[in-house]
């Protein structure tokens, strides 16, 4: 159970439901980043105060200072910050919940100090899956999946001694807000059309990646990473309800699913609490209230950015970086209203094409093949 908490993005959608869950759980929140939301973390210290806290610049923390009274906390900003916030003795467990790359060095950073990470940021585990598990077993750390999918397979796999018998891994897509559409119909589509998700409240950036099944692609690579299997372990079906979270398919045709309402405080307290359980804030699911569950194949041809993913998880190497860095690249230009729905994947594609591919790397390779993969999705003009 943990004792001490940092919180990555806690002003983020991942961050405030993990304050939620703290509120009522004996732990003490020791750090919080956050990137601009200056008036939200003021708010945060003076509920929770922490002894350390970070913004995303010297501006934006000086901002913040000038707003505290009274006992503050340390102010911090930029990589530096998040890394000391990763790091901080007085935290026993860190929820990464910021987006994008820019999670990945603090991700690293506390598990070099054998803390429990309670993983939300999947894009870490995407570019540099290996190198976390790997850093993780050297630093003695674990790392809880947050993700709904990965908790769900986490949880069917309490209690499997030989991960021989796990036969393959299904994780479920809601399908997002454009499910059962035509490419068609799909052509004009703007950010607030694919802002709005059918069973989830999210972050923006996740939000658009549900719309293009730019996610579940994203998230079997997580999967891959976090299990370590091979992508033809990795099935993904549609499954329109967000009841079911994910299941585990075991050597003897047993089936092992995690239902539940959708409610991200269920996943965030396991991490918290894990090998614990403890009541929630979250309501419980009512089986006499539920709708009939359905199950259907994903459409790859409508969705081309799943079968990106799916192709970069086969390839290995950089290609997964590459894929990772030109889609934050591309969703935020979709954002800005840049760029059209249909523009992500090609962005994607040709930024992939154009970033040198390394089978084996290293860190820094990594992170060079991001760089690249950024550089050229944002001088595309199309
Ligand atoms: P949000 O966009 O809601 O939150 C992002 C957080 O990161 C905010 O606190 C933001 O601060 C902070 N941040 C942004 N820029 C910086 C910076 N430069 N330095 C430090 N902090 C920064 O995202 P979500 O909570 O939706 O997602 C977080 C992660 O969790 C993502 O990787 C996502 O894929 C994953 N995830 C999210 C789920 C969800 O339900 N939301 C479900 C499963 C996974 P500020 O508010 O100040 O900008
Ligand atoms: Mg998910």
């Known amino acids: 159970m943990t004792k001490g908490l940092s919180v990555l993005g ?9 304050l939620d869950v703290v509120r009522h759980l004996p732990i003490r929140v020791a750090a ?9 973390m003021a708010e945060q210290i003076a509920e929770f105060h922490p002894l350390l806290v970070s913004m995303a610049t010297e501006q934006v923390a000086a901002e913040l200072k000038a707003r505290l009274t009274g006992e503050t ?4 900003w930029g990589e530096d910050g998040l890394l000391a916030a990763a790091t901080l003795p007085e935290a026993d467990t860190v929820i990464t919940a910021v987006v994008g790359m820019l999670g990945l060095k603090p991700t690293l950073a506390a598990l070099d100090t054998g803390k429990r990470v309670g993983l939300a940021n999947k894009e870490t585990m995407v570019c540099a899956g290996e190198l976390v598990m790997q850093r993780a077993r050297a630093g003695g750390a674990e790392i809880i999946p947050v993700d709904s999918e990965h908790s769900a397979i986490f949880q069917c796999l309490m209690g499997c001694r030989d991960r021989s018998e796990v036969r393959r891994l299904i994780l479920t897509c809601s399908g997002g807000p454009f499910f059962g559409k035509t490419r068609q119909e799909l052509e004009p589509v703007t950010r607030d ?5 059918p069973n989830w409240k999210m972050g923006e950036k996740i939000t658009v990646d549900c719309a ?3 996610n579940k692609g994203l998230e079997v690579i997580e999967a891959m990473r976090l299990y370590e299997l091979p992508p033809e372990q990795v099935s993904v079906v549609i499954h329109r309800q967000s009841i079911v979270h994910s299941l585990v398919e075991y050597c003897d045709g047993a089936i092992l699913a995690q239902l539940g309402v959708p409610d991200m405080r269920i996943p965030i307290q396991l991490a918290l609490t894990y090998p614990n359980r403890v009541p929630s804030p979250a309501s419980a699911l009512n089986l006499l209230d539920c709708p009939p569950l359905t199950f259907q194949k994903p459409d790859l041809e409508t969705f081309p950015c799943l079968q990106i993913a799916l192709d970069a998880a086969r390839r290995g190497g950089t290609a997964c970086a590459a894929m990772n860095g030109a889609n934050e690249v591309a969703v935020g230009k979709f954002l800005c209203r840049e760029i059209g729905f249909y523009d992500i994947p090609r962005l994607v594609t040709r930024a992939m094409g154009a970033t040198p591919f390394v089978p084996d790397p290293t860190l820094e390779e990594i992170l060079e093949a991001d760089r690249c993969a950024r550089q050229v999705c944002e001088a595309d003009q199309l």
Do not use: F, Y
Request: proline fraction near 3%.
């Open 212 to 214: 293009t099944l730019m």
């Open 32 to 40: 919080l980043t956050a990137g601009t939301n200056v008036s939200l």
């Open 73 to 76: 906390p340390l102010v911090l």
């Open 193 to 197: 059309d694919a802002l709005r998700h």
């Open 10 to 18: 806690s002003t983020g959608s991942i961050g405030r439901q993990t």
